[in-house]
């Protein structure tokens, strides 16, 4: 049976220092029972241990995280320089109504994850604004469309899009305007692939769908605002990737 503690053991199991500390003290004091010095040992690595699992996790999450991201951002700024290759050997006809409210919804949308704070997707849309930007200028030469009732009446869309952004102080507000308003200016160039599937390259679009599944992925607190653009630029690039090697898959 244990023998009770003396009055200067429970003094000492009383004392006024942080729980570590007093345990710590214990059990190098050599008037403390064996078997309680033993139990205090016991507790002290469990917590040493527990605290460091807690660490390595949070450290995981957080390289995990930086990981995601850095591929993401590595692929969405060669994506542009595989389409813009494709452009210039005639490969692919980017459509100049998408081109322009892409450049302008980008551009909202990163101004809009930036009041929200986001550290995740704020960077998927900065580097799709820089590539808004190169392919729009390229699609000034090379593109086509941009006077048809279809695109008129997407940029009228977009710019009512634009005008909601404008008006509001929310910036989840501005976010779903600038995804709703980005939708709209792709319809375009979905119709033109998928009227003429040659008139674009997978590979641009497939690169670009798996920027926003990394982007996805690298979120740590999911919520519709975090979530809600990276999701969007997945599956908006995998409709075109599919569009364009619909006819592959059909003639087999």
Not at 220 to 231: C, M, N, Q
Request: include cysteine; charged fraction near 15%.
């Amino acid at each position: 049976m244990r023998a009770s503690l003396s009055s200067r053991e429970m003094e000492r199991a009383v004392s006024p220092l942080p729980p570590r500390m007093a345990r710590y003290t214990l059990a190098s004091d050599s008037v403390t029972p064996n078997w309680v010095r033993s139990e205090i040992v016991v507790s002290i690595f469990s917590d040493i241990k527990l605290n460091n699992n807690k660490v390595m996790g949070k450290y995981k999450v957080m390289n995990t995280q930086t990981m995601l991201i850095s591929v993401s951002t590595v692929m969405a700024l060669i994506s542009p320089l595989v389409y813009a290759t494709a452009i210039l050997r005639g490969e692919a006809i980017p459509h100049r109504t998408t081109r322009i409210i892409l450049l302008v919804n980008t551009i909202l949308a990163t101004s809009s994850l930036y009041a929200q704070a986001d550290k995740v997707a704020i960077w998927l849309a900065g580097v799709s604004t820089i590539q808004a930007i190169f392919i729009f200028f390229l699609s000034l030469k090379y593109g086509t469309g941009g006077w048809a009732k279809l695109d008129l009446t997407c940029l009228g869309i977009a710019i009512l899009g634009m005008i909601l952004w404008r008006s509001t102080s929310d910036p989840r507000i501005a976010l779903y305007a600038a995804i709703v308003s980005d939708f709209v200016g792709m319809v375009p160039t979905i119709v033109k692939t998928y009227k003429y599937p040659k008139s674009e390259i997978w590979q641009f679009f497939t690169i670009d769908t798996f920027v926003g599944l990394l982007s996805l992925l690298a979120v740590s607190k999911w919520s519709w605002a975090t979530a809600s653009y990276p999701a969007y630029v997945m599956l908006i690039n995998a409709l075109v990737a599919m569009l364009v090697v619909r006819p592959k898959v059909d003639s087999k």
